[in-house]
C-alpha cells in the first residue's frame, strides 16, 4: 500500500475507497545483472469491500487485490479532458501485519484467520491413478505429476 485509503460515500449512498499500491518486477537483463522496475496503481472498491479496505488496511501493509482495469475520463475545471486508469477491486486480501503472527483476512468470506491463506491443491496418490492396462492409450509415463 502506497497511502492510506481514502473513504467517501457516493450520492446514491454506496461506500467506495481509492487507495494506492505498488508492484515490483525483478528479472535479469540481457547482461545478466538483476533489475527492479515498480509500478504504481490506482486502486478503487466499492459497497462492503470498500468498508473493509478503509477500516483493515493501512499504508505499508501487503496487500493482494484481485480486479479489473478500467479507464475513465472526465473534464476538469478548466475545461481539459482527463484520464485516470484504475483497478476496480472485486476481492481483497491481507497480508501479515508488521509485529503480528500472520494471520490474513479475506474480503470475500469476510471472517478473519489465524492461518495464512493458502491454495487448495488437489494431490494425486500414485495409488489413486487407474492402472495403466485399464485406460486405453493412456500409460503412467503420460500423466504428469
Known amino acids: 500500500m502506497t497511502r492510506d485509503p481514502e473513504a467517501r460515500t457516493l450520492p446514491s449512498g454506496q461506500p ?7 508492484t515490483n518486477r525483478i528479472y535479469n537483463d540481457q547482461s545478466g545483472n538483476k533489475q ?13 469491500l470498500a468498508d473493509i479496505c478503509s477500516r483493515y488496511l ?9 480486479g479489473r482495469i478500467q479507464t475513465r475520463s472526465w473534464q476538469d475545471q478548466s475545461g481539459a479532458k482527463r484520464y485516470r486508469t484504475e483497478i476496480v477491486a472485486e476481492n481483497m486480501q491481507m497480508g501479515p501485519r508488521k509485529g503480528q503472527g500472520g494471520g490474513d483476512f479475506s474480503a470475500s468470506s469476510q471472517q478473519p484467520s489465524s492461518q495464512p491463506a493458502q491454495e487448495e491443491i488437489p494431490i ?3 495409488d489413486e491413478l487407474p492402472p495403466a492396462e485399464e ?10 505429476f
Do not use: R, S
Open 16 to 22: 467506495v475507497v481509492n487507495f494506492g499500491v505498488a
Open 36 to 48: 527492479q522496475l515498480t509500478e504504481f496503481h490506482n486502486v478503487v472498491a466499492f459497497g462492503k
Open 58 to 66: 493501512t499504508k505499508g501493509q501487503l496487500v493482494l487485490i484481485e
Open 124 to 126: 494425486i496418490e500414485t
Open 135 to 144: 485406460e486405453e492409450g493412456v500409460k503412467m509415463k503420460d500423466i504428469p
